[in-house]
């Protein structure tokens, strides 16, 4: 089944009755490229609850949570996996152009990124 792809947002909670708010944070662009692995960071907690997953952060006290585009690409990184590859796996999903897809999962894993999310491997070759 193909679907459209749609910007997709961390967002962040500090207490469980605080209400869901988009990440703003810019990290720097210069760490992260369609070449850099990626992986989840294995300290961060994380649950399906039906298409989204919710991640919780118990050193800082953070929840997080992800929309099911989101979703997907927390299920491409549970291993270590190329940024490339997590886009062509996505292009073959939904129907967004390759500049499009690549612009927005860079984006999605920056903000993952400064957050403490995810975590950049050494390249593969």
């Given at each position: 089944?193909?679907?459209?792809?749609?910007?997709t947002?961390v967002?962040t909670?500090?207490?469980?009755?605080?209400?869901?708010?988009?990440?703003?944070?810019?990290?720097?662009?210069?760490s992260?490229?369609?070449?850099?692995?990626?992986?989840?960071?294995?300290?961060i907690?994380?649950?399906?609850?039906g298409?989204?997953?919710?991640?919780?952060?118990?050193?800082?006290?953070?929840?997080?949570?992800?929309?099911?585009?989101g979703?997907?690409?927390?299920?491409?990184?549970?291993t270590?996996?190329?940024?490339?590859?997590?886009?062509?796996?996505?292009?073959?999903?939904?129907?967004?152009?390759?500049?499009?897809?690549?612009?927005?999962?860079?984006?999605l894993?920056?903000?993952?990124?400064?957050?403490?999310?995810?975590?950049?491997?050494a390249p593969?070759?």
């Amino acid at each position: 089944m193909v679907t459209s792809m749609h910007r997709t947002d961390v967002t962040t909670a500090t207490t469980p009755a605080t209400t869901l708010a988009a990440v703003s944070a810019s990290p720097d662009p210069g760490s992260l490229g369609l070449d850099s692995v990626i992986r989840r960071n294995p300290d961060i907690l994380a649950t399906k609850i039906g298409a989204e997953v919710m991640m919780l952060d118990v050193s800082a006290g953070t929840c997080f949570g992800l929309n099911p585009v989101g979703t997907r690409i927390w299920d491409g990184i549970e291993t270590a996996t190329r940024v490339r590859d997590l886009c062509e796996d996505l292009l073959a999903r939904f129907r967004v152009t390759p500049e499009v897809c690549q612009a927005e999962v860079l984006t999605l894993l920056r903000r993952m990124q400064a957050k403490g999310l995810v975590l950049i491997d050494a390249p593969q070759d």
